[in-house]
DNA sequence: CGGATACTTAAGTAACCGCTTGACTTTTTG
DNA sequence: CAAAAAGTCAAGCGGTTACTTAAGTATCCG
C-alpha cells in the first residue's frame, strides 16, 4: 500500500513537506489550490499506508512522517537492487576474460525454450 | 513514474523475478493466471518507468532490472528520511533532559494560527 | 513453404482514483 | 453564547487503469 501512496504527485509533495517537520492538515494544504477536503483525503491514504502518522490535538491534526515506513519501502527496494547485483557480480567474476557475445542466454533456456 | 510503476503488486512481482535475472515475457508470466497481453502491458509501464529496461532478441524479449533506476528511488526515499531523522536528532538535542508535554508546538505557530 | 511460437496492437469494459461540493461536528475565540 | 476555524463525511463525476478477447506481425523450425 505504500507504494501506492507513493504514485502521487502530492502525496509525495506532502511528504516532502513532512520530512521537513510536522504539520497540520490546513498547513498541507497552503501550498495546494485544491480543496481542504481533497488534502484530507491525501493524508488518509498516507496514514493507511503508514509512512505517515496523525494525531488529533484540539480542532487541529498533526501529521508526521514514519520514518520507520520509509525505511521498510527503503529496504524493499535496497534488497532487490542487491540481489540484481550480486548476480551481476557473480557473473562478471565467471566470465572473467572470456568475451561471448549472441550466446544462448541462461533467462531463454530456463523453462522451455520453443516446444512445449 | 517509477512510484506509479510500483504501485501495483503483478509488477512489484515482475521486478522481484527480474532481481533474479532476466526474462522474457512469457517466462514473467508463468506465475500468472492473468493473460499473456496483461503482463506485456506490464512490462510496458515498468520499462516507461525506466525500473526494467527490455531488448528484442528473435522473437522473445529480454528484460532486465535497472539498477541505476531502482537506486534514484531508493534515494528519493532515503533523503526525505535522513531529513526526517536529522531534525529528531537535533530536537532530542534540544530537549535534553527537559521534559514538558502539552506546550505550543512549533507545527501549529507556524505559519498564522487562527486569525486570517 | 507452413505451422507453431512469441509477442504486439487495438478495442472494449468494469473498477478505481482524485477531486469537488455541501452538509455536519468539534473546538476555539471575541 | 455566537461566529469563525479546522477538520470530517458522503455522494457524485470524469478520467485512468488493469484486464479481456481478438486479430495482426515477426521469427523459428522442419
Redesign the pocket.
Known amino acids: 500500500m505504500a507504494f ?1 501512496a507513493l ?2 504527485a ?2 509525495r509533495g506532502i511528504l516532502d513537506r513532512l520530512s521537513r517537520g510536522p504539520a ?4 498541507l ?1 497552503r501550498p495546494y ?6 488534502i ?6 498516507l496514514e493507511a499506508s503508514g509512512l505517515v502518522v ?1 494525531e ?6 498533526e501529521c508526521r512522517i514514519s520514518s520507520e515506513a520509509v525505511e521498510r519501502v527503503e529496504s524493499w527496494l535496497h534488497e532487490r537492487r542487491q540481489l540484481w547485483e550480486s548476480r551481476i557480480d557473480r557473473l562478471g567474476k565467471l566470465l572473467e576474460g572470456g568475451e561471448f557475445e549472441g550466446e544462448t542466454e541462461p533467462w531463454n533456456s530456463a523453462a ?5
Open positions: 501506492h504514485a502521487d502530492t502525496r497540520s492538515v490546513s498547513e494544504a489550490s485544491t480543496s481542504l477536503a481533497a484530507q483525503q491525501h493524508v488518509q491514504v496523525t488529533k490535538r484540539g480542532r487541529t491534526r522451455g525454450g520453443d516446444h512445449r
